[in-house]
């Protein structure tokens, strides 16, 4: 049977390796003048790859032995965990919104730089701005929660002494 340390090791490095592409999916976006269609797919392919190599193992292995090992380090990794997922929420409430009016206006397909994406409705500015508070919450609370994972793994397991 394999060890808990070794699965707890695979764990660590998945969730480790999500981080990457959280990051090189957010490139494609600061470092294209214009979103089209393929470049928004193609920023998602990497978000959701990161998305998956981090939620599988919280969902597979982490959430079912909370009861198990239940302390106060792992209620704050807990309790930053669940941050990072809320604050998703609310970057997926205004992604939604930004989506539909941008393909309303059909600028996936012809982007036209003389529209400013402020102008093609009302309340664009604010879910801009629930975008980018989302995205940000997401990432710092997500680097809170993999610090204190990381404790915890070097804690349970001394790893390194």
Not at 82 to 103: C, S
Not at 105 to 121: F, G, Q, S
Not at 128 to 152: K, N, P, T
Request: overall charge neutral.
């Amino acid at each position: 049977m394999v060890s808990d340390l070794a699965v707890a090791t695979v764990i660590a490095v998945l969730v480790t390796a999500s981080f990457p592409f959280y990051l090189y999916g957010a490139w494609i976006m600061i470092d294209t003048e214009i979103v089209t269609w393929g470049v928004l797919i193609y920023h998602l392919k990497f978000i959701a790859v990161g998305l998956t190599l981090n939620t599988v193992p919280v969902v597979v292995w982490m959430i079912p032995r909370v009861a198990d090992q239940f302390g106060g380090l792992l209620a704050v990794h807990a309790f930053f965990g669940l941050q990072a997922y809320a604050m998703l929420l609310v970057a997926l409430t205004g992604i939604v919104r930004i989506l539909q009016v941008k393909l309303t206006h059909d600028l996936y397909a012809e982007p036209d730089r003389e529209v400013a994406l402020d102008d093609l409705h009302e309340n664009m500015g604010g879910w801009r701005r629930r975008l980018r508070v989302g995205v940000f919450g997401y990432v710092f609370f997500w680097l809170l929660a993999w610090i204190l994972g990381m404790i915890r793994y070097a804690l349970r397991y001394s790893v390194f002494w």
